[in-house]
């Protein structure tokens, strides 16, 4: 079992930063592949980030590349998303997910979720 733990989240105004980090429960956090998905009002939750265990692969939705970097820390069982150069777009509840298992990149198919946290960017 994981528990995942997001934070970070907030306002900010349109060409703005902000780092998201998502801390997980349990001895076993490196053995997880991680994502970063979001979900605006009335759209349907979309991948954004992945990181594999080691942290060497870390795929990107197109509309987020250039802006945004996943990493992680395997000590600190903590994974973050650092956002840069936000768009109102970008407005969404942040969820960061565990999975063991390999699956398709934007997959949503992951085996535990965060509880999310808000970002809000004003134009």
């Known amino acids: 079992q994981v528990q995942l733990v997001e934070s970070g989240g907030g306002l900010v105004q349109a060409g703005g930063s902000l780092r998201l980090s998502c801390a997980a429960s349990?001895?076993?956090?490196?053995?997880?592949?991680m994502g970063w998905f979001r979900q605006a009002p009335g759209k349907e939750r979309e991948f954004v980030a992945a990181?594999?265990?080691?942290?060497?692969?870390?795929p990107y939705a197109d509309s987020v590349k250039g802006r945004f970097t996943i990493s992680r820390d395997n000590a600190k069982n903590t994974v973050y998303l650092q956002m840069n150069s936000l768009k109102p777009d970008d407005t969404a509840i942040y969820y960061c997910?565990?999975?063991?298992?390999?699956?398709?990149?934007?997959?949503?198919?992951?085996?535990?979720w965060g509880q999310g946290t808000q970002v809000t960017v004003s134009s």
């Open positions: 990181i594999s265990r080691g942290g060497l692969n870390t």
């Open positions: 997910a565990a999975r063991q298992f390999p699956v398709p990149v934007t997959s949503t198919r992951y085996d535990y």
């Open positions: 349990g001895r076993t956090f490196s053995s997880y592949s």
